[in-house]
């Protein structure tokens, strides 16, 4: 006879669920493995990372060693932070050189002024000549830091609009930008300009750098940034040129005379 056997007996063990399967490897969560696909946050300009570099002159040499090692970033880390007081003061910064030329040519020129204008001693219009020129040229000095200013605004505006007009503005990006990075650019430009004999190619050449930078920091393609900073300089020249036609055929119907 066989053993009769319990209701529990006859039915196959229960499975644990609580163990896993042993033949089937320990599954990890999904993307643990993987790392964060954010890209890095970029640090602003160095002249405005105060975190980075909180000397004064650190900044600025900062800046130096970002132009000259990789000069397109700069283009990236302008959009990190606001306000144009910053870029104005590098402007200002390295316009130093530039201020002190024209200081100089205003003293030799006013010189001049004062030396004519002494000669006609008995004259009331040399006197008042030989008082009001350096005054003249001194107001002019202080106004260059403001000439400055709204150099740097109307050219990176006009770099903004015909960006604007060459299909190449990136939403977001706005007009307050390009006239930082124009800042900055710019006031290197300025002290390469100072080389003598290579001054109109530095200047050209920098235009170009502007372009391609602008087009960068806003996403658009290379060839209309380029074009957008030397559509002002086309126009100045068309302009310009029947200017000196007319100019050339004027002195020559007085020549003929």
Same mark, same amino acid.
């Given at each position: =006879?066989?053993?009769?056997?319990?209701?529990?007996?006859?039915?196959?063990?229960?499975? +644990?669920?609580?163990?896993?399967?042993?033949?089937?490897?320990?599954?990890?969560?999904? !993307?643990?493995? +993987?790392?964060?696909?954010?890209?890095?946050?970029?640090?602003?300009?160095?002249?405005?990372?105060?975190?980075?570099?909180?000397? !004064?002159?650190?900044?600025? &040499?900062? =800046?130096?060693?970002?132009?000259?090692?990789?000069?397109?970033?700069?283009?990236?880390?302008?959009?990190?932070?606001? &306000?144009?007081?910053?870029?104005?003061?590098?402007?200002?910064?390295?316009?130093?050189? *530039?201020?002190? %030329?024209?200081?100089?040519?205003?003293?030799? *020129?006013? =010189?001049? *002024?004062?030396?004519?204008?002494?000669?006609?001693?008995?004259?009331?219009?040399?006197?008042? %000549?030989?008082?009001?020129?350096?005054? %003249?040229? &001194?107001?002019?000095?202080?106004? @260059?830091?403001?000439?400055?200013?709204?150099?740097?605004?109307? !050219?990176?505006?006009? $770099?903004?609009?015909?960006?604007?007009?060459?299909?190449?503005?990136?939403?977001?990006?706005?007009? $307050?930008?390009?006239?930082?990075?124009?800042?900055?650019?710019?006031?290197? %430009?300025?002290?390469? &300009?100072?080389?003598?004999?290579? $001054?109109?190619?530095? +200047?050209?050449?920098?235009?170009?750098?502007?372009? @391609?930078?602008?087009?960068?920091?806003?996403?658009?393609?290379?060839?209309?940034? *380029?074009?957008?900073?030397?559509?002002?300089?086309?126009?100045?020249?068309?302009?310009?040129?029947?200017?000196?036609? =007319?100019?050339?055929?004027?002195?020559?119907?007085?020549?003929?005379?």
């Amino acid at each position: =006879m066989s053993e009769i056997t319990g209701p529990n007996e006859a039915l196959p063990p229960a499975i +644990q669920l609580d163990e896993p399967p042993r033949n089937l490897p320990p599954t990890l969560p999904p !993307f643990a493995d +993987q790392p964060p696909t954010e890209a890095p946050s970029l640090r602003p300009v160095p002249f405005e990372d105060r975190e980075a570099f909180p000397d !004064f002159w650190s900044r600025v &040499g900062g =800046m130096f060693r970002l132009v000259f090692s990789n000069p397109m970033e700069l283009f990236d880390r302008v959009p990190v932070t606001e &306000g144009l007081g910053a870029p104005w003061r590098f402007l200002l910064l390295l316009s130093i050189p *530039v201020f002190l %030329i024209m200081a100089l040519v205003f003293f030799l *020129v006013g =010189m001049g *002024v004062m030396l004519a204008a002494l000669e006609q001693t008995g004259k009331g219009d040399g006197k008042t %000549i030989a008082a009001i020129m350096p005054l %003249i040229f &001194g107001v002019i000095l202080l106004l @260059m830091p403001l000439f400055t200013f709204l150099g740097m605004i109307l !050219f990176g505006a006009l $770099n903004h609009f015909f960006l604007w007009m060459w299909g190449g503005l990136k939403p977001g990006v706005g007009a $307050n930008q390009s006239i930082r990075a124009y800042g900055y650019a710019s006031a290197f %430009i300025q002290i390469g &300009g100072l080389i003598p004999y290579l $001054n109109i190619l530095i +200047q050209l050449a920098g235009l170009v750098v502007i372009g @391609m930078g602008l087009a960068r920091m806003h996403k658009t393609d290379t060839w209309r940034g *380029v074009c957008a900073v030397l559509t002002p300089l086309f126009l100045v020249c068309c302009c310009l040129v029947p200017l000196a036609i =007319m100019a050339i055929s004027t002195f020559a119907a007085l020549g003929h005379r």
